[in-house]
């Protein structure tokens, strides 16, 4: 499966274990966290989640959309069993006593999901028990129904990158960096991704290059006027000047979100 993925098309997952087949098959610079980005002050993301293997692994990023919900790419989709969830971190593999953490119910991946096209790359993850809103996490606000964000407006995209550091380093803690929305138009430009951007992906990034999402970074939110707009889903390298980051459309699939999230709470209150 992963083999499969074409050059121009990588996911912006990273584990340590797939690391290597994505370096070798999208031939991406890899690097360990949001390019160009800083380090926000602790906790000032609170909506922000970070997905984890069962051994406690960072490989993508999500937004808590409701107290049961998390929001994140469907490449993130690494099974049901081998998933876990942290609300409330800041610096990965410190205990900071704001961790709260959760074992998923269930994955819903979009059903129009292409993983050779990335369309449609979005994910909610039902959670087993509700999150416990407070002074470090609490629920993204979303974009309403096919709102669009104009180019030029300046958003900003969060993220991890990456965990496993070797003993000695200081844990990376999570980095931001702003960028501006691209037009769908340049993105889709010969000069560019050349027809693969569809109206359910959103560009962002400076046209000199330099700041983007990464590795690891995947599934996260791009937030512009405080709602998250984008999920980071795919690229071609990162910071390179002729290819914006790729992201989710969220405001493509409000509706989904909305139905999924009402149809399961439907189906509890039934059985
Ligand atoms: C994904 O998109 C490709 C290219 O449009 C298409 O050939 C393929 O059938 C699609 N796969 C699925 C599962 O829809
Ligand atoms: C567009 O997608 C096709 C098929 O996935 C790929 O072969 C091509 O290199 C891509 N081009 C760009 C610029 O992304
Ligand atoms: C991107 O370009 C392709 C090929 O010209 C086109 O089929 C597609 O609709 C374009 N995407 C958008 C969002 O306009």
Redesign the pocket.
């Known amino acids: 499966m992963l083999a499969s993925i074409p050059v121009m098309a990588c996911p912006l997952l990273w584990t340590l274990v797939l690391l290597k087949v994505f370096a070798a098959d999208c031939q991406v610079l890899v690097q360990p966290r949001i390019v160009g980005g800083y380090a926000p002050s602790p906790n000032s993301v609170k909506y922000i989640v970070s997905l984890q293997t069962s051994k406690g692994q960072h490989f993508c990023g999500g937004s808590l959309v409701h107290k049961y919900w998390v929001l994140t790419a469907a490449h993130c989709n690494m099974g049901v069993d081998q998933m876990m969830i942290v609300a409330g971190d800041y610096a990965l593999g410190l205990y900071e006593g704001t961790e709260q953490y959760f074992k998923p119910h269930s994955l819903i991946p979009h059903p129009l999901y292409n993983k050779t096209t990335n369309n449609a790359d979005i994910m909610l993850i039902k959670l087993r028990a509700p999150i416990d809103q407070n002074r470090y996490v609490s629920l993204a606000p979303l974009p309403r129904q096919n709102t669009g964000v104009l180019p030029g407006r300046v958003c900003r995209v969060s993220g991890w990158g990456s965990t496993s550091h070797s003993g000695g380093e200081i844990p990376p803690t999570l980095h931001t960096v702003k960028l501006p929305i691209v037009s769908?138009?340049k993105c889709?430009s010969s000069e560019s991704f050349?027809?693969?951007?569809?109206?359910n992906?959103i560009c962002a990034g400076y046209s000199t290059g330099g700041k983007d999402a990464c590795k690891g970074d995947s599934g996260g939110p791009l937030v512009c006027d405080g709602r998250v707009y984008g999920l980071v889903s795919w690229g071609n390298g990162c910071g390179d000047a002729r290819f914006p980051g790729v992201y989710t459309a969220v405001s493509r699939f409000r509706r989904w979100i909305d139905q999924t999230i009402y149809s399961s709470f439907t189906r509890c209150y039934k059985h």
Do not use: E, V
């Open positions: 769908t138009a889709n050349s027809g693969n951007i569809t109206s992906m």
